[in-house]
């Protein structure tokens, strides 16, 4: 049976939730699911926006009959060539052969390459600002390359406001019967999930992010439709707002992330000390085991905060693989406008920290504090003034710090 929702008299939901998934690109968590969204506009030419991965295709194809109640489907709309957007469109192709593919010559090459079907002889190549009249609607095409994947673009409903952003303004998890963000309480159970997937997902592309967003300031939207998470047609400066934030690098809140690697607990106590001062003193914390946690939250965590700690145990002479790891990641992530301390342990040569400073001497506009915590085994007594030193330097390098905590 199907499962459409209605967005508007002729603007239908016609994705599907997959809840069976446990890591989204192989390399994600997604202990809540996800939404492939697709959506059918039905005028005087049909047209699909996008189609769904593979896993959830059957259940995509019966949405996409049931909407189009026996009407022809003119239009396939390809925003975004990744597999999870695009595994249908073989089987769509076969069933509706008549229909014009729309994309953009990058997107061209790219369903070459995933599929061998005739697709020259049905497709339409549309560039920058090229527009498309269905009837009562006209649809603009905007190039957004590189966010989060070259062919990129989005696609803007003149005729009711409406943006179809592909991968821009997307969220993790299954939708669980609603379809608009103002349905949930989003800010409380759907923003970690949201940062988690743009900083994850998108996060490396600031700039090209910024690109789309000065392009979407020129637009009258009221409405938005994402290819995953909810449809956002009321409050939608806060989404907005957020990706403003996440794609400058600039911190959302003052506070620290403190990620540590600990064997034996004697990096974690260090850690656990410098938490509790910081909280004394009215600092925001949030704390993370990197042999624990998921890499994906703790990189959004570091794009949420102003200032970073990195604790970490020296491993066969070199950073603790885990944190080794999580540095990598957060460097690739082109995390930025950052505050930094570091912890170092050692029993016989503490050299973690010396490679940590390496390691952030390769990312950009990063601050890293000079009082540098070294020790050797655990922390002696005498050492709680140098955790003492490093809280009065991260209050003294906040933005503002007469908001602390607040």
């Avoid at 603007?11 to 390399?27: K, P, S």
Wanted: glycine share 6%.
């Amino acid at each position: 049976m199907h499962c459409i929702k209605r967005i508007s008299d002729d603007l239908v939901w016609v994705g599907a939730n997959d809840r069976r998934l446990a890591m989204f690109e192989g390399i994600y968590s997604v202990p809540t699911g996800v939404s492939y969204n697709s959506y059918l506009l039905t005028d005087e030419k049909n047209v699909l926006f996008d189609t769904v991965d593979k896993a959830v295709q059957q259940r995509f194809l019966e949405n996409v009959v049931e909407a189009l109640e026996g009407r022809p489907l003119d239009y396939l709309i390809v925003q975004h060539m990744e597999p999870d957007h695009s595994a249908a469109m073989g089987e769509l192709i076969r069933r509706y052969p008549d229909v014009t593919i729309v994309c953009n010559a990058k997107a061209l090459t790219m369903i070459q390459q995933f599929y061998d079907f005739d697709v020259e002889s049905r497709v339409q190549i549309v560039k920058e600002n090229d527009t498309l009249n269905t009837g009562k609607h006209t649809l603009h095409f905007i190039m957004a390359p590189m966010v989060h994947w070259p062919e990129v673009m989005v696609t803007y409903d003149s005729t009711d406001r409406i943006l179809f952003s592909a991968d821009a303004f997307g969220c993790f998890g299954a939708l669980n019967g609603a379809l608009f963000a103002d349905e949930v309480n989003f800010e409380r159970d759907y923003m970690d999930e949201a940062r988690r997937y743009y900083t994850n997902i998108v996060g490396k592309y600031g700039k090209q992010t910024e690109a789309l967003l000065k392009k979407a300031s020129a637009l009258a939207i009221e409405r938005i439709c994402p290819l995953h998470g909810f449809v956002w047609r009321k409050n939608l400066q806060d989404i907005l707002s957020k990706y403003g934030r996440w794609s400058s690098y600039e911190p959302e809140e003052t506070g620290v992330m403190i990620a540590y690697a600990s064997v034996y607990g004697n990096t974690e106590n260090a850690a656990e000390i410098l938490a509790s001062k910081l909280w004394d003193r009215g600092v925001k914390v949030q704390m993370f085991d990197v042999s624990v946690t998921a890499a994906s939250e703790i990189l959004s965590a570091a794009f949420r905060w102003s200032h970073l700690v990195f604790a970490s145990t020296t491993y066969n002479a070199g950073i603790f693989v885990t944190m080794e790891a999580l540095l990598s990641d957060l460097g690739a992530h082109n995390i930025q406008h950052r505050t930094v301390g570091i912890i170092e342990n050692g029993s016989w040569a503490a050299a973690s920290g010396g490679l940590i400073s390496d390691q952030l001497a390769k990312w950009k506009d990063i601050r890293v504090l000079e009082n540098r915590i070294s020790i050797k085994s655990a922390l002696q007594a005498e050492q709680l003034r140098e955790i003492d030193a490093m809280v009065d330097a991260i209050i003294a390098t906040c933005p503002d710090p007469l908001g602390i905590g607040k």
